[in-house]
């Protein structure tokens, strides 16, 4: 099973940036799929997350309102549109899937991707 984050890069304060998450190596069944991140001297955390029928979605507060993560079964692919970013966006995000529970920010996550670099400048 692989996870290949994409779609980081370079956006000024206040522009939108969409980052997606293929995966490969089998069946798309995981149950639930989200994204985390880390900043620079920080601990990496929970941003959203998502359930196999798209319901159960779950963001953190630094990012609700902003960001909308969404799914699409038939492309092994989950998406996190980044809208009204801010410099303390700044971080690596990762994508991350669980096979029978949530993701959450209290569990590890059963596989990990890559990380994708989103850099904000103000």
């Known amino acids: 099973v692989q996870l290949q984050a994409s779609g980081g890069g370079l956006v000024q304060s206040g522009g939108s940036l969409r980052l997606s998450c293929s995966a490969s190596?089998?069946?798309?069944?995981?149950?639930?799929m989200g994204w985390f991140r880390q900043a620079p001297g920080k601990e990496r955390e929970f941003v959203a997350r998502i359930v196999w029928n798209s319901a159960g979605i779950y963001y953190a507060d630094s990012v609700k309102g902003r960001f909308t993560i969404s799914r699409d079964n038939t492309k092994n692919t989950v998406y996190l549109q980044m809208n009204s970013v801010k410099p303390e966006d700044t971080a690596v995000y990762f994508c991350?899937?669980?096979?029978?529970?949530?993701?959450?920010?209290?569990?590890?996550?059963?596989?990990w991707g890559q990380g994708t670099l989103v850099t904000v400048s103000s």
């Open positions: 190596g089998r069946t798309f069944s995981f149950y639930s």
């Open positions: 991350a899937a669980n096979e029978r529970i949530y993701i959450s920010s209290s569990t590890a996550p059963d596989y």
